[in-house]
């Protein structure tokens, strides 16, 4: 699913990431923890689509594999398209757009990916269904709860039915039983749409319920 080699980011003179190698399997929820500046969120980035490695020489070329397509290969157009259909983000604060309703908000990467309206709108109702927002859909953010947002973030997420899930801190806002509810959330979606999770996290139990834990020190993977 995912195979990125020589993975190397430089932000001035520090170096941030240091010839990372990693392969993430279809299926899998993977949890990268580490400490504060170890490269967790700049490896999620990079992973993402959202940045691009710096390149150091010809001699240690980076790659970055999604479904066997080379994303460094694509133009800027190109890679907002695949980046569009194919990942989808939970950011540690819900980013809903505050003068949208849940339902518009779940439905704008669809409507970027000039997807069919009324489609779109009935996919959208069915995934706020889904994670139990049938009596949110024509709130707006301001109109409900921590957590009650982060899982409109989570339908936001997945309306394009996207291979992988990027998640930096997706709980990190929430108090201890919607993050609880989030993460049950997060293996159930794994097991009813098959999709593919990379988690940046700091919290230890959602680290340790993953398939694997990638732990990250000083720009590197070490275990």
């Known amino acids: 699913m995912i195979i990125a080699q020589n ?109 069919n309206e009324k489609e779109t709108k009935d996919k959208a109702i069915q995934l706020l269904e889904y994670l139990g927002l049938s009596h949110r859909i024509h709130h707006k953010p301001s109109e409900m709860s921590g957590g009650e947002q982060q899982r409109v973030a989570v339908a936001r997420a997945l309306i394009n039915q996207p291979a992988v899930i990027f998640a930096d801190e997706p709980s990190g806002n929430l108090d201890k039983k919607s993050a609880q509810n989030l993460h049950e959330l997060f293996f159930k979606l794994r097991d009813d749409f098959k999709q593919t999770f990379v988690i940046v996290t700091h919290n230890e139990e959602l680290a340790n319920m993953s398939d694997r834990k990638l732990i990250m020190s000083d720009g590197k993977i070490i275990s």
């Open 7 to 115: 993975i190397n980011k430089y932000y001035n003179d520090l170096q941030v990431l240091k010839n990372v190698s990693l392969a993430i399997n279809a299926g899998e929820i993977v949890s990268i923890v580490g400490a504060s500046g170890a490269g967790k969120t700049t490896l999620l980035q990079l992973l993402g689509t959202l940045d691009k490695p710096s390149i150091i020489d010809n001699s240690n070329i980076s790659s970055i594999k999604i479904n066997g397509i080379d994303v460094l290969q694509l133009n800027d157009k190109e890679l907002s398209k695949f980046r569009n259909l194919n990942l989808g983000f939970i950011f540690q604060f819900h980013q809903l757009l505050p003068e949208f309703t849940a339902l518009e908000n779940v439905c704008i990467p669809a409507f970027i990916g000039n997807k």
